[in-house]
């Protein structure tokens, strides 16, 4: 099983930049996919990036593309997501999440991923 821990929300104003990182507390397999996703209240969860471990191919969320990039560090086996020009509409709580058996179709799902983290709090003030 593997446990993942996100890190660096916070409460920022509109314009400025936030740094999320997911460590991985047990070993990632060379197939599996690691993600971001986000949820604020009374919305769906919603994919922001994810990356297949191996190739490291990614995706991300229509409405971050251009603002957020996603990046990975093999050895440290972290996630680390860069939030650039954050908007109101990105505060939500953010969460990490592993996918055993990935594909680039599935991977922007939430419901195929198989452990989650306990989530960050993101807010963005105008």
């Known amino acids: 099983q593997a446990h993942v821990v996100e890190s660096g929300g916070g409460t920022v104003q509109a314009g400025d930049s936030l740094t999320l990182s997911c460590a991985a507390s047990?070993?990632?397999?060379?197939?599996?996919?690691i993600g971001w996703f986000r949820q604020a209240p009374a919305q769906e969860r919603e994919v922001v990036a994810a990356?297949?471990?191996?190739?490291?191919?990614?995706i991300y969320g229509d409405s971050v593309k251009g603002r957020f990039t996603l990046s990975r560090d093999v050895a440290k086996e972290t996630v680390v997501l860069q939030m650039n020009s954050l908007k109101p509409e990105d505060t939500a709580v953010y969460y990490c999440a592993v996918d055993r058996s990935p594909t680039p179709t599935t991977m922007k799902n939430a419901h195929n991923y198989d452990y989650w983290g306990q989530g960050t709090q993101v807010t963005i003030s105008s």
């Open positions: 047990t070993f990632i397999y060379a197939n599996d996919a």
């Open positions: 990356i297949r471990w191996r190739l490291g191919d990614k």
